[in-house]
């Protein structure tokens, strides 16, 4: 088992030279997640169509997306994927930035990592002098849920997710920012 030490974390941004990497990351940290509790079928069309390596260079190369690992010497740790402006799955009447992935390598978790991401993302939506930070996470997902309130994120909606051909709900949650 590898023990992360907090103070050698760091945020590498995703390269072009990365994608395979990124869905490498991708692919294992959702289907570790997930594949428990969804058909295989669903489960290998959203790892083959959604996390494909052209759906992630579409992804990349939108200049409102960005990618970031974290990383512990030359391991990814966990990844993160942050969308603002026309990029964001859901219009909201604020500028504002949209976390739509934070995935944690499943030895990794609990270790502080998505924190360090979550906290990540919030500088980085103070940097940009946002005043919001919002995100979906599934309804049954209820670690994540537990995460992001301990986090003071707040209940605004909810949202379809199409995990191949299941519909799922999302429950959205934000964070006003000072």
């Known amino acids: 088992m590898y023990f992360c030490d907090m103070n050698e974390l760091v945020v590498?941004?995703?390269?072009?030279?990365?994608?395979?990497?990124?869905?490498?990351?991708?692919?294992?940290?959702?289907?570790?997640?997930?594949?428990?509790?969804?058909?295989h079928e669903d489960m290998n069309h959203y790892l083959e169509v959604n996390l494909s390596l052209e759906q992630l260079t579409s992804e990349f190369s939108n200049p409102s997306t960005s990618?970031?690992?974290?990383?512990?010497?030359?391991?990814?740790?966990a990844y993160l994927k942050l969308n603002e402006a026309e990029a964001?799955?859901?219009?909201?009447?604020?500028?504002?930035?949209?976390?739509?992935?934070?995935?944690?390598?499943?030895?990794?978790?609990?270790?502080?990592?998505?924190?360090f991401l979550l906290d990540y993302s919030i500088q980085i939506t103070k940097?940009?002098?946002?005043?919001?930070?919002?995100?979906?996470?599934?309804?049954?997902?209820?670690?994540?849920?537990?995460?992001?309130?301990?986090?003071?994120?707040?209940?605004f909606g909810k949202h379809s997710f199409m995990l191949g051909s299941d519909e799922q709900t999302d429950l959205l949650m934000e964070l006003q920012l000072d």
């Open 12 to 39: 590498h941004r995703v390269k072009k030279t990365d994608l395979l990497a990124l869905q490498e990351i991708s692919r294992q940290t959702f289907f570790d997640t997930f594949a428990e509790v969804n058909t």
């Open 67 to 77: 990618f970031y690992f974290a990383k512990s010497g030359d391991k990814i740790l």
């Open 88 to 115: 964001q799955t859901e219009k909201r009447d604020i500028p504002s930035m949209e976390i739509e992935r934070i995935y944690v390598g499943k030895e990794y978790q609990n270790r502080g990592v998505g924190q």
């Open 127 to 155: 940097d940009k002098q946002l005043k919001l930070i919002w995100l979906g996470v599934w309804e049954h997902n209820v670690s994540a849920i537990l995460f992001y309130e301990r986090n003071q994120f707040q209940f």
